[in-house]
């Protein structure tokens, strides 16, 4: 494997070096659960070689040359409270699930969040895209801004209690229930969404205001029991009927969720 990794045991730090993907580094293990009448069935557990210091690493550093990580490839790490990824375009399923204590993720360049990369990651406030290093991530405002964000899998960020405010302003789809039960969020911006899933704010008591694109698609219980019952649109700039000043301003409509089902 192209995919190095080493552990700080002074400073808590797991370092992972190399290059593209990590797929090649994650082993994928079939073991024999149970019999049955055409022989013994299998279960498909992914293990990476790092996981013997899930339950100690607190920081970690991933080289800006590794594209992609992999699924369930840091799941369950108990102590992780800081994760930078400086050169991650993709997040794969379950990536950090699980991880209650991470707080902190840098991550500039992700375009990809796959399928509860960040669920249950009950702690999680701060997830930024400015560039790796230029700031103790500690003292950054608890605000979600990922520019580069195209897609958001479902359940991404179920359960991520402590978010308060995301920005995706170029961010297309987003997936099934994936704020659900984000506690502390007041507002998201996703106003080049066409796309959002069945319940993706359901029970978000505080949210107050969400931006989409005019025309996006909104899945049943999309804000079901959170603390707004409309979405605000904001036009197409794209469009050619947009070329005068008047119809080139933020429009607002308001959808009754006891009538629509949103």
């Given amino acids: 494997s192209s995919i190095r990794w080493e552990y700080d045991e002074g400073l808590r730090i797991l370092h992972i070096d190399g290059k593209g993907a990590m797929g090649d580094a994650i082993k994928t293990i079939r073991v024999e659960t149970s019999k049955t009448q055409s022989g013994y069935s299998e279960k498909t557990i992914r293990n990476a070689p790092w996981e013997v210091v899930s339950s100690e690493a607190e920081i970690l550093d991933i080289s800006p040359d590794i594209s992609a990580i992999s699924t369930t490839a840091f799941m369950n790490f108990k102590n992780l409270r800081e994760a930078y990824l400086p050169g991650v375009v993709s997040i794969g399923v379950s990536a950090f699930y699980m991880c209650e204590k991470l707080e902190a993720v840098q991550m ?7 399928s ?18 230029s ?8 605000k979600l801004t990922l520019p580069k964000v195209m897609a958001i899998g479902n359940f991404a960020f179920r359960n991520c209690r402590k978010l308060a405010s995301i920005s995706m302003p170029n961010c297309a789809s987003v997936g099934d229930y994936a704020f659900m039960w984000c506690d502390s969020l007041i507002e998201a911006n996703l106003q080049s969404a066409t796309q959002i899933g069945k319940g993706a704010f359901r029970q978000c008591p505080e949210l107050r205001k969400v931006r989409i694109l005019s025309g996006a698609t909104v899945g049943k219980g999309a804000l079901a029991r959170s603390g707004i019952s409309w979405f605000e649109y904001a036009v197409d700039r794209s469009s050619s009927d947009t070329a005068d000043s008047t119809t080139n301003q ?7 969720i006891e009538t629509t089902g949103i």
């Fill in 135 to 142: 700031e103790d991530v500690r003292s950054a405002k608890p």
């Fill in 250 to 256: 933020d429009a607002l409509v308001f959808f009754d």
């Fill in 116 to 133: 509860s990369a960040f669920e249950c990651c009950s702690s999680l406030e701060r997830l930024l895209a400015n560039n790796p290093y």
């Fill in 108 to 114: 500039p360049n992700v375009r990809i969040i796959g």
